[in-house]
């Protein structure tokens, strides 16, 4: 079926919609599950650049970092640029910019090439999430949003398993150099930009349809409580597409709760971004990357993604199912558990198969509340700036993850232990916490009974 074929003066009918809605979520899904192919696999190329080019921890954790940072400025330039032209075309387009600074990456011969490169791609990446983000919440109502946003997140969590897989394969079974990281798994990310360009449609008015008649009805309440919540009653549906840029930052900025909500993730940030670049490098030096078993232990980080995936599916079905589309409670629940599966991982004495079990509830606690965090976003800026509101919750996500990135590699430059990165995630989990606890969300029907 040709989306466009679908043209007509008159709603469709409510299966037939939720069919298009599950397409645009699932080729949403697909290309982001290939995402982390070209930003989350740095960590298995450290012990290899350390040795061919004399890197320190702390000068790799610094051009860590530089991604991350690159990445935060280009989220909130993108949100903007993705409210003015879609998510559709930026969302490909970055697949496509991003595999070619990989491979740019992977001919570095010190650490200013190295370090360029890799900041160069953070903005290319930047220009993944809030896209695919932007058209999940065209198709997408309040009330699902927790769901939508569960599967795009878990979409996230599945690209870092496939980030480890190929890493892991490339290190452990090929025996690759560190160069190849950086060649090979991006290709499937160039593979997933094409097919959802292809797929994909920005919202149901270019996919020239009229949506049903409660989804039309569900938004105009939504929007009817974000005004009512607002300190500037005639911007809260989001300025006119005609307006300047100015202005839909100066509406998504001017909501306290956009700075609460960056802030809490900002923390949950440092967490999850600790783990995936600095657990790796835990397994392949703590042991030399030998184990006296059969499974190499490098394998054993691949439950960390595995946890983060199934956490973030279980976290936006629970802020829906459970708590009613409330969000800041399932936050809180999962960052306060996550910090005591972390101390686990560096306190109590492990096996092989209970440091994977340990290591999976990990991320399923750090990084499940990503899902509601970002539904809280949309809940909180309406859809009609969602782009800008995500890019700028997601630009204080990356600007921890950056600045942690360094003191983090200073800490295991000094120290000499990789062990040091749970409990310094654990701190993390327990500060996102507290922030979360300053966003006081209440789900839309609450509001408008208030």
Aim: charged share 15%.
């Amino acid at each position: 079926m040709t989306v466009n074929d679908s043209h007509t003066a008159d709603p469709v009918p409510d299966q037939k919609f939720r069919k298009l809605q599950w397409r645009m979520l699932v080729a949403t899904m697909f290309c982001y599950a290939f995402f982390y192919t070209g930003r989350q696999t740095f960590g298995f190329a450290i012990p290899g650049i350390e040795a061919e080019l004399g890197l320190s921890k702390e000068v790799l954790g610094g051009i860590s970092g530089l991604l991350l940072w690159t990445y935060a400025i280009g989220q909130i330039i993108n949100g903007n640029i993705v409210d003015k032209i879609g998510g559709r075309r930026v969302m490909a387009a970055g697949t496509v910019l991003s595999t070619i600074l990989n491979w740019v990456t992977s001919f570095a011969i010190g650490p200013l090439s190295l370090g360029a490169a890799w900041a160069a791609n953070g903005y290319a990446q930047a220009m993944g999430w809030t896209a695919g983000g932007r058209v999940i919440s065209n198709w997408w109502p309040p009330s699902e949003r927790g769901r939508s946003f569960g599967f795009y997140t878990f979409a996230g969590g599945v690209a870092s398993v496939i980030a480890y897989l190929t890493s892991t394969i490339i290190v452990d079974v090929l025996h690759l150099d560190w160069e190849w990281i950086f060649r090979i798994p991006v290709l499937l990310m160039l593979v997933g930009g094409i097919v959802f360009f292809l797929v994909s449609r920005e919202s149901p008015e270019s996919a020239k349809i009229i949506p049903p008649k409660h989804f039309t009805e569900e938004l105009a309440f939504e929007h009817a409580v974000t005004k009512s919540d607002t300190r500037e009653p005639d911007t809260t549906e989001g300025p006119p597409a005609e307006e300047s840029s100015l202005s839909r930052y100066t509406h998504v900025l001017s909501n306290p709760r956009i700075w609460s909500t960056g802030i809490a993730i900002g923390f949950l940030n440092a967490a999850r971004y600790g783990l995936l670049t600095w657990v790796p490098v835990y397994f392949l030096t703590a042991t030399g990357g030998q184990d006296d078993g059969a499974v190499s232990p490098i394998w054993t980080s691949v439950a960390l993604p595995t946890g983060m995936a199934v956490g973030a599916l279980a976290n936006g079905e629970i802020s829906d199912r459970v708590f009613g589309s409330r969000r800041d409670r399932p936050i809180i629940l999962f960052t306060v558990i996550g910090a005591a599966a972390s101390i686990t991982m560096y306190a109590a004495p492990l096996g092989l198969t209970t440091g994977m079990i340990v290591l999976f509830l990990t991320g399923f606690f750090v990084y499940g509340p990503q899902s509601s965090f970002w539904a809280l976003t949309v809940d909180i800026s309406g859809t009609k700036v969602a782009g800008t509101a995500i890019g700028v919750v997601n630009f204080f996500a990356y600007l921890f993850a950056g600045a942690a990135a360094p003191i983090t590699g200073y800490v295991m430059d000094v120290t000499g232990k990789t062990s040091y990165i749970f409990p310094i995630v654990a701190a993390c989990c327990l500060m996102s916490a507290l922030a979360t606890l300053t966003i006081r969300h209440r789900p839309p029907s609450q509001q408008l009974a208030a």
